[in-house]
């Protein structure tokens, strides 16, 4: 077994009201998860994604949020936390305690916290299956009150990913969309292939908003890499090829598959790997990046995709632009850059609206953004404008 302590969180979420010292054990393998937690409005809640199963060397992560803690007059909350985990023999695993789990002045009252570290853990090759128990000890050391918490995490094994059956490309579409909210990586790989093999693809290919879909996912999901090398002896042509594709993208060792490419499979893999997909974060230069990082978030629910869409904004400068292009004579390349950007911005404030209200994860990050995000003038004033801010 795996485990890190993760430094620093303070992190904050919603009010309640109560008199003792109380928590939850939260085991996610949402590694987001302070996104979720701390880049939404007080009053909505959080958005954890909880588990009950994971897969022998998945990270996943021990949170604590707590409440009902006790304060000094300079609004000192002192919290000190201990953590068992123990195996399905009954024998302990490992225990970890945490003295200045939460220690600060000036902390609001009646809020929901996490503290300053979070439990990061894989399960080995050598650990047995079963359940696990997880056992957590808060201590306020203010008003010297206590209390325990138990949950249990379920070590299992991997199902092959042939086991997970698409059936068509409508639930193909349905999971690629609403992934962020279920986290089931270990379905990526089936639905990678069977992507390539659809009717979707025979009309698009790769696209690389696809691509960085799958990417963002087994990027963060190492453990599936023997599944990838494994469907790669398996899958032939087209399917076999895009597989390459993704494997030159991802950290795997060449030498564990290159010997068995053909010679215009090394050639592909060669040039796969001299030509990466371009990352999102740079200047967006072409609507395509915009889709790439809305399927960046469909697959991590992350804040930072949200925000490189809100900085972009900027490009309301360029707003008629296109227009001026079309009915221009003598055209420069200038012209037709600011064209571009015109259009970027249109597809920009109509995805924004759009996802807003089919996300309700996207409209929360949206506002906490314009209530608390660095924005100059201008990415404010046409956030607030989307928003519809009065």
């Given at each position: 077994?795996?485990?890190?302590i ?14 003792s010292?109380d928590?939850l ?6 590694y987001?998860?302070?996104d ?6 007080s009053n909505?809640?959080?958005t954890?994604?909880g588990?009950?199963t994971?897969?022998?060397n998945q990270?996943f ?5 707590f409440s009902?803690?006790?304060m000094?007059d300079d ?8 953590i ?9 695993a490992?225990?970890e305690?945490?003295a ?11 809020m929901?916290?996490?503290g300053?570290?979070v439990?990061?853990?894989?399960f080995?090759?050598?650990d047995?299956?079963?359940e696990y128990?997880?056992?957590?000890k808060i201590?306020?050391n203010?008003?010297g009150?206590?209390k ?13 990913y042939?086991?997970f059956?698409?059936?068509?490309d409508?639930e ?6 609403f ?15 069977y992507?390539t093999?659809s009717?979707i693809a025979k009309?698009n290919?790769l ?8 990417l963002?996912?087994?990027k963060n ?11 790669l ?6 399917a076999?090829?895009?597989l390459?594709f ?6 795997i060792?060449e030498n564990?598959?290159i010997n068995?490419?053909?010679k215009?499979?090394k050639e592909s893999?060669l040039?796969f790997?001299?030509s ?9 230069m072409h609507?395509?990046q915009l889709d790439m990082?809305?399927?960046n ?5 992350s804040y930072?995709p949200?925000l490189?869409?809100?900085q ?14 079309k009915?221009k004579?003598?055209?420069?390349q200038?012209?037709k850059?600011n064209a571009l950007?015109?259009a ?5 404030v109509w995805?924004l609206?759009s996802?807003?209200?089919?996300h309700k994860l996207v409209k929360?990050?949206m ?6 995000e660095?924005l100059?003038d201008?990415?404010k004033r046409?956030?607030?404008k989307?928003l519809?801010v009065?």
């Amino acid at each position: 077994m795996k485990k890190y302590i993760l430094l620093p969180l303070f992190l904050m979420v919603f009010a309640i009201n109560g008199f003792s010292i109380d928590g939850l054990i939260v085991a996610t393998k949402d590694y987001t998860f302070m996104d979720k937690w701390s880049k939404i409005k007080s009053n909505d809640g959080p958005t954890l994604v909880g588990s009950d199963t994971i897969f022998k060397n998945q990270y996943f992560y021990i949170v604590v949020p707590f409440s009902h803690y006790d304060m000094k007059d300079d609004g000192m909350v002192d919290i000190s936390l201990s953590i068992k985990v123990v195996k399905p023999n009954g024998k302990e695993a490992f225990s970890e305690g945490i003295a200045d789990f939460y220690k600060h002045k000036n902390t609001p009252k009646d809020m929901v916290l996490i503290g300053d570290a979070v439990l990061k853990i894989s399960f080995e090759d050598v650990d047995e299956f079963g359940e696990y128990k997880i056992y957590a000890k808060i201590t306020d050391n203010i008003s010297g009150k206590t209390k325990e918490l138990n949950s249990k995490i379920n070590l299992v094994e991997l199902p092959k990913y042939s086991d997970f059956v698409v059936k068509n490309d409508k639930e193909l579409g349905k999971w690629l969309s609403f992934y962020y909210t279920k986290l089931e990586p270990e379905k990526a790989l089936s639905n990678f292939i069977y992507f390539t093999k659809s009717s979707i693809a025979k009309k698009n290919r790769l696209s690389l908003h696809i691509a960085e879909f799958f990417l963002e996912i087994f990027k963060n999901n190492t453990f599936l890499y023997p599944d990838i090398l494994e469907a790669l002896k398996n899958e032939k042509g087209y399917a076999r090829n895009m597989l390459l594709f993704l494997i030159s993208n991802l950290d795997i060792d060449e030498n564990l598959f290159i010997n068995e490419l053909t010679k215009d499979e090394k050639e592909s893999y060669l040039k796969f790997k001299k030509s990466p997909i371009p990352n999102p974060y740079e200047e967006i230069m072409h609507p395509m990046q915009l889709d790439m990082l809305w399927t960046n978030f469909m697959a991590s629910g992350s804040y930072k995709p949200i925000l490189k869409l809100i900085q972009t904004l900027d490009y309301v400068e360029y707003d008629g632009a296109l227009k001026t292009y079309k009915n221009k004579n003598n055209k420069t390349q200038n012209d037709k850059k600011n064209a571009l950007y015109n259009a970027i911005y249109g597809s920009l404030v109509w995805s924004l609206k759009s996802n807003m209200q089919q996300h309700k994860l996207v409209k929360q990050y949206m506002e906490w953004a314009y209530a608390h995000e660095n924005l100059n003038d201008v990415q404010k004033r046409e956030l607030g404008k989307i928003l519809e801010v009065r």
